[in-house]
């Protein structure tokens, strides 16, 4: 599954709004000041939510990820996404989960 732009910026948003609430209340516990608090929280948020949108375009054009495509089952560095509200790709989750660990504790 590729990460689509707009889902990107869509969980980039949802993850800052939880982590500017919880930068500005400790902020604000810390200092007593209520403007201070918003205005490092709005900071805060404008630029992460930036930086995290950059981060999950680059990971997902990454050469790691691309090349995880062509390994073998038994590779550790293998990544496959599931559409995990669907009960055939849940148990194929699971099997790949048990296949990825038991190739990492074979003797060899």
């Excluded at 980039?12 to 709004?17: E, G, H, I, L």
């Excluded at 000041?33 to 999950?56: N, P, Q, T």
């Amino acid at each position: 599954m590729t990460e689509s732009r707009s889902r990107s910026l869509a969980k980039a948003v949802s993850y800052r709004a939880v982590s500017s609430l919880l930068t500005g209340t400790i902020f604000f516990g810390a200092t007593q000041r209520v403007r201070m608090a918003v205005a490092l929280a709005l900071i805060d948020s404008i630029v992460k939510v930036g930086v995290f949108y950059l981060h999950e375009r680059a990971w997902t054009k990454s050469l790691l990820v691309k090349s995880n495509r062509n390994r073998p089952a038994s590779s550790p560095l293998r990544f496959k996404s599931h559409d995990l509200s669907n009960p055939e790709e849940q148990l194929e989750a699971q099997k790949f989960a048990v296949e990825t660990t038991t190739a990492q504790f074979q003797v060899r």
